[in-house]
């Protein structure tokens, strides 16, 4: 069993920063690929960032792509999502996610088995 918990999430203005992060507990964090999803109401939960288990590879959706930087500390058994510039349409609830199967990275939302409760953003313009 993996528990994921997300927190950071908060209210701020457009062109705004937050710093999201994910404790994890259970099994072998540190051999995880990872990933951060999004959901905003009345639409589908979608892909925003991943991160390979060693951090050398990561990968974003083009929404985000040189705003947010997604990151790990495996000594902490945490993974973050930092957030810069952010625009009204980056409001969702926002949810981490562990791999556990040990692939590389993935964005597929189908290949994530475990994950967090989800920690509300709110971008005001």
């Known amino acids: 069993q993996v528990q994921l918990v997300e927190s950071g999430g908060g209210l701020v203005q457009a062109g705004g920063s937050l710093r999201l992060s994910c404790a994890a507990s259970g099994r072998t964090f540190s051999r995880f690929a990872m990933g951060w999803y999004r959901q905003a109401p009345g639409k589908e939960r979608e892909f925003v960032a991943a991160?390979?288990?060693?951090?050398?590879?990561?990968y974003y959706a083009d929404s985000v792509k040189g705003r947010f930087t997604i990151s790990r500390d495996n000594a902490v058994n945490t993974v973050y999502l930092q957030m810069n510039s952010l625009k009204p349409e980056d409001t969702a609830v926002y949810y981490c996610?562990?791999?556990?199967?040990?692939?590389?990275?993935?964005?597929?939302?189908?290949?994530?088995?475990?994950w967090g409760q989800g920690t509300q953003v709110t971008v005001s313009s």
């Open positions: 996610a562990a791999d556990t199967s040990f692939r590389k990275l993935t964005t597929r939302l189908y290949e994530y088995d475990y």
């Open positions: 991160i390979d288990w060693s951090s050398r590879s990561t």
